[in-house]
């Protein structure tokens, strides 16, 4: 049972790239977010699933897209990368009431 | 949507004393509160919570009490030890599907 798992650890990316980042989970759980935590400002929601199929978004949408095609899956894409999105990002699984989170992919955009 | 504040920012304390952490919130439907503890480099981890029709929560050195008239919840740390320097953060629900708002967290130090 790994729990949380999220890819790559580290990414360093240049203005106007695109990549994913990859986050599973073996918890069977059907809600699944994406957190992204800057210096001093806890961490804010950007998009979370409450199933297969099932997207919203969060408190700070913008720049990102995702998908949630399997109930294990749930990958958070950056369309065009920009310097404000350096920062922790993290991938969590929430069971009956608790978030289980992922170990964070540390992103710098240049 | 909720919002939740937390203070202090940071926090120090010798070993041994009591730390307290306090949040507001602002959404009087949230009926969930968790408290994170995240060290230096590692993903946050739940070390306790509270639901709303709990007045007071406690494991161990840690207790958790909540006051639902005034929107406010606090995490007391008791015999405080340096493993216990971290940032900790509150959290609480916002609408349904068990959305979290965090507050920005606080910084504990404990001095040896």
């Known amino acids: 049972n790994a729990g949380v798992t999220q890819t790559p650890k580290f990414q360093v990316l240049k203005t106007g790239q695109s990549m994913t980042l990859q986050c599973a989970q073996d918890?069977?759980?059907?809600?699944m977010s994406w957190y992204r935590q800057d210096p001093g400002m806890g961490l804010r929601l950007i998009h979370y699933s409450v199933g297969a199929g099932i997207t919203d978004q969060g408190e700070v949408p913008n720049g990102y897209n995702v998908s949630r095609s399997t109930t294990e899956d749930f990958p958070l894409r950056l369309l065009s990368a920009a310097p404000s999105q350096t920062s922790v990002y993290f991938c969590a699984s929430t069971g009956v009431d608790e978030q289980y989170f992922g170990p964070g992919t540390r992103l710098t955009v240049t | 949507g909720e919002n939740v504040e937390q203070h202090p920012s940071t926090l120090s304390v010798q070993e041994g004393d009591s730390a307290v952490i306090k949040c507001t919130y602002s959404?009087?439907?949230?009926?969930?509160f968790p408290w994170y503890k995240q060290e230096l480099g590692k993903r946050p981890q739940l070390i306790i919570d509270i639901r709303s029709n709990v007045g007071e929560k406690k494991d161990q050195r840690i207790a958790v009490t909540l006051n639902k008239t005034a929107k406010h919840f606090s995490l007391h740390i008791t015999e405080t030890q340096p493993e216990d320097s971290a940032v900790y953060f509150c959290a609480a629900t916002s609408g349904s599907a068990r959305q979290l708002t965090f507050g920005s967290g606080t910084q504990l130090t404990v001095l040896p």
């Open positions: 959404d009087s439907a949230s009926n969930y």
């Open positions: 918890m069977n759980h059907e809600y």
